[in-house]
C-alpha cells in the first residue's frame, strides 16, 4: 500500500437505526442532470441509495444554493426523485447549518446518526460535517461513492482534513452507500 493510500479513508460498513438517522444532500441541484458535470457521476448510485433510505424512513433534507433560490436551476437533480415532504432549504453558508433551518429539521427527527452526500467534498460536505460532528455532537456517515469534487487533489484533501481535524474526526465513519444499512 502506497503512503497515499493510506491517507484515504477506509469504508467500514455501518448499521443505523432508521428512527434516530437523516440524510442531508448538499447541492445536487439540476446542475447534475448536465453529464458534463462531476456531480452527474453521483446520480445513479445516490438515486438507488435515496430510494432504499426512504423504504426504511429516513428523513432526507435537500440543500441548493442560496443564489438559486426561487429559479429553476434551485431544483433538485432528477435522478434524486425529492418528494415534497422533504424539504430543500438554501443556506447562504458552505456550512449548511447557517441560516438555521437544518438543525431543527434533525433535531424534530431524533438525529443522532447523520449521512452527509453532496457535491463538493471540500466545501459544503467538510464544512457541514465539521461542524455536524463538533458542534452538534452527530455521528457522521459519508459514502465515499456519495461524494466528489472536479478536482482529485480537493477531494483528497477534504477527505484527509475529515479524518484528522480536532474534535469531529472522532464522530466521522466513512462507508459506500451499499455497506449502509437500516436495521
Not at 444554493?65 to 431544483?75: D, M, V
Amino acid at each position: 500500500m502506497t503512503a497515499q493510500e493510506l491517507l484515504k479513508p477506509q469504508p467500514k460498513a455501518v448499521r443505523l437505526d432508521p428512527k434516530t438517522t437523516a440524510i442531508a444532500v448538499l447541492d445536487l441541484n439540476v446542475r447534475c442532470d448536465d453529464s458534463s458535470d462531476i456531480c452527474s457521476e453521483l446520480m445513479p448510485g445516490l438515486g438507488a441509495f435515496l430510494e432504499r433510505a426512504r423504504g426504511a424512513g429516513v428523513p432526507i433534507i435537500f440543500t441548493s444554493g442560496f443564489a438559486l433560490k426561487g429559479t429553476p436551476e434551485a431544483e433538485i437533480a432528477t435522478a434524486l426523485k425529492r418528494r415534497d415532504s422533504e424539504p430543500l432549504i438554501h443556506p447562504d453558508a458552505f456550512d449548511k447549518f447557517q441560516g438555521g433551518e437544518l438543525q431543527p429539521f434533525l433535531a424534530a427527527h431524533n438525529t443522532k446518526d447523520l449521512i452527509i452526500t453532496g457535491s463538493s467534498t471540500h466545501v459544503c460536505v467538510l464544512y457541514t460535517a465539521t461542524t455536524a460532528a463538533r458542534v452538534y455532537e452527530y455521528n457522521v456517515v459519508i459514502p465515499l461513492d456519495g461524494v466528489n469534487t472536479r478536482e482529485a487533489i480537493n477531494h483528497d484533501a477534504a477527505l484527509h482534513q475529515l479524518q484528522v481535524i480536532p474534535r469531529a474526526s472522532s464522530k466521522i465513519t466513512f462507508s459506500t452507500e451499499d455497506t449502509i444499512t437500516f436495521a
